[in-house]
Every structure is written in C-alpha cells, then in structure tokens.
C-alpha cells in the first residue's frame, strides 16, 4: 500500500513535465522582424517615419533566433513557446513579441516567432518637481548597440538629495552565452557607487544552474527627515560580495522549486558628518553570511495591454511565489557578531474576472543575535486592476499596503510622502516604524499611439497614508488625503518606454504640505506600484 501511494505521489509530481503531446513535434522555426515603424503600413510608410527606420539599426535575426527555447524537429511544449515570448517581451529594444504556432500538417507545429523593435538611442533632458521640489537629468543612451541588444548609458542627474554622474554597460548574452554583465559607476556630489553583477539568470523554471556574482561599493551620505526636512547626516562607507549558485529540485513546465546556496561579506562604516541631539549614526558592521534560500515558482501568467505602459503588453505573475532565506553570520569568519539573517517572500495573483486581476505580496525580514530580533521589517502590499471599467480603455487602480518595522538600526526609518504616493504632501513629509497607504486611481487611455509616436491618459486620483511613530498607535483617522488629476503620457516607440507623469493634487489635511494645499508634480513613472513605499527605503539585511 506504501509503494503504491509512493508511485501515485511520483506521477502527480512528475506528470506536468508530460503535459504538452507526445505527438507533436515543432517544424519550421521562422523569425519575423520589423523595423520601428512598418512600412508594410501605408500610414507609417512615408517620413519621417522611414527616415527613422534608416537612422536605426535592427535587431539581428541571430539575437532574436538565441532566445528561442526549442528547436525543430523536438517535442512540442506550449509552455517553452509562452516562455520564449515572455523573455522576447522583457528586452526593452523590443516593442513587441508575439510566438505563433501554426498546424498545417497533422503532428508538425510550425513556429513564427514576431517582433516589431523600439527606438533605442535617447540623447534627451527630462524634468521632474515632486512635494515642490524640482530635479532634472540629461540622458546619453543606446539600448541595441549595432542592434546585438547590449546597453550603454551616461546619465547626469540632479535628483532630490544629490548630483549623480553614471555610466552603464548591460549585456544580456556576455559572447553569445548565457551569461549577463551589467556594470555601473556613479560619481556623486557626495560620493560614489560602484556595483558590478555577473550572473546566469533563470530563463525557464527548468533552468538547470543559475548563478550570480556581485561587488558592490556604496561611498556617500545618507539623511534622517523629520516633517519633510533633512534633520540628520550621517556617511555610510559601504563594501559587500555576493556569491550565488542554484539548482533546482524540482522543475518542470507547471511549477519549480529551487535550491540556492550563498555567501555574503558586508563591511559597513559609518561615520556622523555632525552632531545632532537625538541621532546618532548606525554601530559598524561586518558580516560574514553563509545562506540557503528555498524558491518555489508557479507558471502562471496573465498578459494584458492598457495597464501602466498603454497599448505595450505586460506578464504579470498569477502563480504562487515563496521565497525563504536564512543566513548564519558567523564570527570565527570575520562576522560582528553571530547571528541569523532571515527573510521571505510570498507573493500570489488572483483572476476576478476577463479583465480585472489583483496581485497580493507579503514579506519579511529579521536579524536574530544574542540580545533577539532587530531590524525586524514585515510589509504587504496588493494592487487591483480593472479594464474598461464603464467606458472603453478605461483602467481602475486601487493599491493598497501596510509595513511596520521593529528594533530598526540607528539610521533607518520608514518614510511617506509625495515621492513615494502621498502625492499632496511634501518630499518624505511622514517618518516613523508603522505605514499605512492607500491609492485609487482612474487612467483613461484616451489617446493611443497619436502620430506613431505618444499616447495619453487623462486620470483622477485618491491619495490616503500615514507613518506612524513606535510610540503612536494605529488610527484610520490620521489618515492624511489628497485627491488630484493628472495626465500620462507615453512615447510608445521608444526603448525606454517611460510613463511621463502630470499631477495636480490637493491635500486635505494641512500637516506635511504646503501652505495652499495644491502641490503640482511631475516627472517618470507612475506615483505608486507593487512594492511598498515606506518599508522599500529601509535597509534589510540582505540589500544593504
């Protein structure tokens, strides 16, 4: 009776890898490339539009041709074609990527693997004022080097604490392998960033070894707010090495659980730029972390246009994701002290409907020495969607999250204000150990791809948030709102993509905003998203 219940459990873990037919096999495998602009369009085969498509160099067949994950003559697997698609879909040279399966012959499933590229070289300003505050950067950037699909950037920029001068090289594929670099050098008004990361990342849940190798230098000053103003600086000297490499236990086309063992190195030195009653920096640090993380992964994907990037195709993750990871710093390697590093993820999306979806993550982390838990941290955040709502086009957001941390490290605190979605208060207007935010956000696709070139999108907004205080209980009636318009606008041929944002919002509360009450903000990205706002500027043990 053992055995038998044994080989049911076998066959029901195994089955899934076995799913797609046994009886089809891939035929012709065909790439279909186009330019920025189709010319086989009569209304984009006239200039500008085909001077631009002479200005940029194409997406070579063989970059496309790599990332296909079967070849002819295998076993069909309709999970690999959906995967091919979504990996295509995450270069950003690439404005679309569709993978077409075609059955003209009994048993023969012919491929035709689309994609249509991006523009990828920006030599442009971009300007931003959040919480009345104003930056502004300059950027130098090729996205699809001789259209091989490596990066190089150079950015100057003035955000809302410093200057920073950078420059970055990406390459997905480091001579034709699996592996990527990505390496970036940022010279600040206040000091310097160096991170180097060389890895190979998973592809497909059946990846059999990924791996990652990262250095990283962080030399600069870091500030303590206090109602919206900079009330302390510290330096924080910063040096850390990352080495991981992982396997999976299991894997196939439905779902994977991974292994992954790592070594960490830390040093951290932090040194007070002045004297301030009542701040003090954070006590140095080395650690010395030998960690195991457990990662189970379910393929199970929704994509949907006419969510944040207008008519560009979006994966989102409905499947289940857990993520556990538990470090041991140990002295007699060099460590502090010793002590557990500790953290987990899980992360699960919901289908309520054809076009309405919500995406739920929780997660945690903690540090577990001799005198017990510290730098304790444990947040949720969920974002609901809906699609046309009442009108064609139409997108309702609602993002919710909540984050309280405990013991926190000297020099670290959770933040909220209009830079990270209370968009009538001021820059980091609200600190303390316990957030609570709340968007509502109606974006109306109005316009779509206007001259080839922009899309549109008038909205209304609610804003409601606050941090408190260790001290200070939780009240809903602390709550501080604003409500707003705004409009989006997106270059939907560009790389880069962005979501260029107008807002116009007005607090109903008078702590932590501006005499009037108005505030007009603008700059990149969407005012909210999936992570948490507070809880993501604090340093977790495992980002540092």
């Given at each position: 009776?053992?055995?038998?219940?044994?080989?049911?459990?076998?066959?029901?873990?195994?089955?899934?890898?076995?799913?797609?037919?046994?009886n089809?096999?891939v035929?012709?495998?065909?790439?279909?490339?186009?330019?920025v602009?189709?010319?086989?369009?009569?209304?984009?085969?006239?200039?500008?539009?085909?001077?631009?498509?002479?200005?940029?160099?194409?997406?070579?067949a063989?970059?496309?041709?790599?990332?296909?994950?079967f070849?002819?003559?295998?076993?069909?697997?309709?999970y690999?074609?959906?995967?091919?698609?979504?990996?295509?879909?995450?270069y950003?040279?690439?404005?679309?990527?569709?993978?077409?399966?075609?059955?003209?012959?009994?048993?023969?499933?012919?491929?035709?693997?689309?994609?249509?590229?991006?523009?990828?070289?920006?030599?442009l300003?971009?300007?931003?004022?959040?919480?009345?505050?104003?930056?502004?950067?300059m950027?130098?950037?090729?996205?699809?080097?001789?259209?091989?699909?490596?990066?190089?950037?150079?950015?100057?920029?003035?955000?809302?604490e410093?200057?920073?001068?950078?420059?970055?090289?990406?390459?997905?594929?480091?001579?034709?392998?699996?592996?990527l670099?990505d390496?970036?050098?940022?010279n600040?008004?206040d000091?310097?960033?160096?991170r180097?990361?060389?890895?190979?990342?998973?592809?497909?849940?059946?990846?059999?070894?990924?791996?990652?190798?990262?250095g990283?230098?962080?030399?600069?000053?870091?500030?303590?707010?206090?109602?919206?103003?900079?009330?302390?600086?510290?330096?924080?000297?910063?040096?850390?090495?990352?080495?991981?490499?992982?396997q999976?236990l299991?894997?196939?086309?439905?779902?994977?659980?991974?292994?992954?063992?790592?070594?960490?190195?830390?040093?951290?030195?932090?040194?007070?730029?002045?004297?301030?009653?009542?701040?003090?920096?954070?006590?140095?640090?080395?650690?010395?972390?030998?960690?195991?993380?457990?990662?189970?992964?379910?393929?199970?994907?929704?994509?949907?246009?006419?969510?944040?990037?207008?008519?560009?195709?979006?994966?989102?993750?409905?499947?289940?994701?857990?993520?556990?990871?538990?470090?041991?710093s140990?002295?007699?390697?060099?460590?502090?002290?010793?002590?557990?590093?500790?953290?987990?993820?899980?992360?699960?999306?919901?289908?309520?409907?054809?076009?309405?979806?919500?995406?739920?993550?929780a997660?945690?982390?903690?540090?577990?020495?001799?005198?017990?838990?510290?730098?304790?941290?444990?947040?949720?955040?969920?974002?609901?969607?809906?699609?046309?709502?009442?009108?064609e086009?139409?997108?309702?957001?609602?993002?919710?999250?909540?984050?309280?941390?405990?013991?926190?490290?000297?020099?670290?605190?959770?933040?909220?204000?209009?830079?990270?979605g209370?968009?009538?208060?001021?820059?980091?207007?609200?600190?303390?150990?316990?957030?609570?935010?709340?968007n509502v956000?109606?974006?109306?696709?109005?316009?779509?791809?206007?001259?080839?070139v922009?899309?549109?999108?008038?909205?209304?907004?609610?804003?409601g948030?606050?941090?408190?205080?260790?001290?200070?209980?939780?009240?809903?009636?602390?709550?501080?709102?604003?409500?707003?318009?705004g409009?989006?606008?997106?270059?939907?041929r560009?790389?880069?993509?962005?979501?260029?944002?107008?807002?116009?919002?007005?607090?109903l509360?008078?702590?932590?905003?501006?005499?009037?009450?108005?505030?007009?903000?603008?700059?990149?990205?969407?005012?909210?998203?999936?992570?948490?706002?507070?809880?993501?500027?604090?340093?977790?043990?495992?980002?540092?």
């Amino acid at each position: 009776m053992l055995k038998s219940r044994l080989l049911v459990f076998l066959l029901v873990l195994l089955a899934p890898g076995f799913l797609h037919s046994q009886n089809e096999r891939v035929g012709t495998v065909t790439v279909v490339r186009k330019n920025v602009f189709d010319v086989a369009d009569p209304a984009e085969d006239h200039v500008p539009y085909t001077w631009v498509n002479k200005l940029h160099i194409m997406t070579r067949a063989s970059v496309i041709e790599r990332e296909v994950l079967f070849k002819s003559g295998e076993l069909f697997d309709p999970y690999l074609v959906a995967q091919t698609e979504r990996n295509l879909r995450g270069y950003v040279f690439l404005k679309s990527a569709a993978v077409e399966v075609r059955r003209d012959i009994p048993g023969i499933v012919d491929v035709d693997v689309r994609t249509q590229d991006s523009w990828t070289t920006d030599i442009l300003p971009s300007f931003g004022r959040v919480g009345g505050r104003s930056t502004w950067s300059m950027h130098m950037r090729e996205r699809n080097i001789l259209g091989l699909g490596k990066t190089v950037e150079l950015i100057y920029s003035k955000n809302l604490e410093r200057t920073d001068k950078s420059i970055r090289y990406i390459d997905p594929r480091l001579a034709g392998t699996r592996l990527l670099l990505d390496v970036i050098h940022e010279n600040l008004s206040d000091g310097s960033i160096d991170r180097g990361t060389l890895g190979i990342p998973k592809y497909t849940l059946m990846t059999p070894f990924s791996m990652k190798l990262q250095g990283r230098r962080v030399i600069a000053d870091e500030r303590m707010y206090q109602a919206g103003d900079v009330a302390y600086r510290f330096h924080r000297h910063m040096e850390s090495f990352l080495f991981q490499a992982g396997q999976p236990l299991h894997a196939s086309s439905v779902h994977a659980f991974d292994m992954v063992l790592g070594y960490r190195a830390l040093n951290a030195v932090y040194t007070s730029t002045h004297s301030v009653a009542g701040y003090a920096p954070p006590q140095d640090r080395r650690r010395r972390v030998v960690e195991i993380v457990l990662d189970y992964t379910e393929a199970d994907y929704v994509k949907e246009d006419f969510i944040s990037r207008f008519d560009r195709v979006e994966d989102f993750l409905m499947g289940t994701r857990l993520s556990l990871d538990l470090g041991r710093s140990v002295r007699r390697l060099g460590s502090t002290r010793d002590e557990y590093v500790m953290g987990a993820i899980l992360g699960r999306g919901l289908r309520l409907g054809e076009d309405s979806f919500v995406i739920a993550q929780a997660r945690a982390a903690a540090i577990r020495s001799v005198s017990g838990f510290e730098d304790v941290i444990h947040a949720f955040s969920a974002n609901f969607y809906a699609k046309n709502v009442l009108i064609e086009r139409n997108t309702f957001v609602i993002h919710g999250e909540a984050a309280r941390s405990y013991r926190l490290s000297s020099g670290q605190q959770m933040l909220l204000g209009a830079n990270s979605g209370l968009r009538g208060y001021r820059f980091n207007a609200f600190s303390g150990t316990k957030s609570l935010l709340f968007n509502v956000e109606s974006r109306w696709f109005a316009v779509n791809d206007f001259l080839r070139v922009v899309s549109m999108a008038p909205i209304v907004f609610w804003d409601g948030g606050y941090v408190w205080p260790q001290e200070r209980v939780f009240g809903i009636s602390d709550l501080r709102q604003d409500v707003g318009v705004g409009l989006r606008f997106g270059f939907t041929r560009s790389a880069t993509n962005p979501v260029v944002r107008f807002d116009l919002s007005y607090a109903l509360n008078n702590e932590g905003t501006s005499d009037s009450h108005w505030l007009f903000s603008f700059g990149l990205k969407h005012a909210f998203g999936g992570e948490t706002n507070a809880a993501g500027n604090v340093f977790l043990p495992y980002d540092e």
